[in-house]
């Protein structure tokens, strides 16, 4: 089936630093998110963003966190400063179109650790 | 704020048992319902939705909803060893661009 791959599987780096989550999305798909979820809770929605902008972001998305996808290339989470609590699994998906019943494919998550 | 609630937390079946999954949510605006599976090390996979109250069958999967009980379940026939993975139940509000609240999730494991 379609893939959605996240690069990379595990991220280590020292708080207040800045780091980028890669995703390389279904290839034909439109619309993309970041779930993040804490080890031991739920996963829990940060944005979502079509056509270049952000359509929808949680509380959970700080003023430290940005996303984009320059030129059709990976779509990116950037968080700039990191902080001991932005340790978690980070997961992007993206689906064909915006309606609720379009399926999101996931990648596998990037494991962020902030020391 | 919607909140999504999975029970059992885990869940112990033979193989060829039925395996049943509840989810309960608290918004009554709730308009898609998903059910998602995780295998260790991969991402969560669309195992099937369901919008309408009643049944929805997909081969040996089948998922229940009661939008009045604020309640969604799935049942596993013939369960198998390569069911064992953790369930996540996942809702949508009408007039979101598909933002899922998820459950927690239920660790189900089919013992040969």
């Known amino acids: 089936g379609p893939k959605v791959l996240q690069i990379p599987s595990h991220q280590i780096i020292d708080m207040g630093q800045m780091v980028t989550l890669n995703c390389d999305p279904v290839?034909?798909?439109?619309?993309f998110y970041w779930y993040k979820q804490i080890l031991g809770q739920q996963m829990e929605f940060l944005v979502n963003?079509?056509?270049?902008?952000?359509?929808?972001k949680s509380k959970l998305f700080k003023d430290q966190f940005s996303v984009e996808r320059p030129d059709g290339s990976y779509f990116t989470l950037k968080i700039q400063p990191t902080a001991l609590e932005d340790s978690a699994v980070y997961f992007c998906?993206?689906?064909?179109?915006?309606?609720?019943?379009?399926?999101?494919?996931f990648g596998a998550g990037t494991r962020l650790s902030v020391l | 704020q919607q909140k999504v609630q999975q029970s059992p937390e885990s869940l112990i079946v033979p193989e060829g048992g039925m395996a049943s999954l509840n989810c309960t949510f608290s918004d009554r605006n709730s308009q898609y319902f998903w059910w998602y599976r995780q295998h260790s090390g991969e991402g969560p996979k669309a195992l099937m939705s369901i919008f309408s109250n009643g049944d929805k069958k997909e081969g040996r999967f089948t998922a229940h909803l009661n939008k009045a009980s604020l309640h969604v379940s799935l049942h596993i026939k013939d369960s198998q060893p390569s069911d064992s993975a953790l369930y996540f139940c996942?809702?949508?509000?009408?007039?979101?661009?598909?933002?899922?609240?998820f459950g927690a999730g239920t660790r189900l494991a089919v013992c040969p």
């Open positions: 996942a809702v949508s509000l009408s007039g979101s661009f598909n933002k899922l609240t």
């Open positions: 290839s034909n798909h439109l619309y």
């Open positions: 998906a993206s689906s064909l179109a915006g309606g609720v019943q379009n399926t999101l494919y």
């Open positions: 963003f079509y056509n270049g902008k952000v359509m929808e």
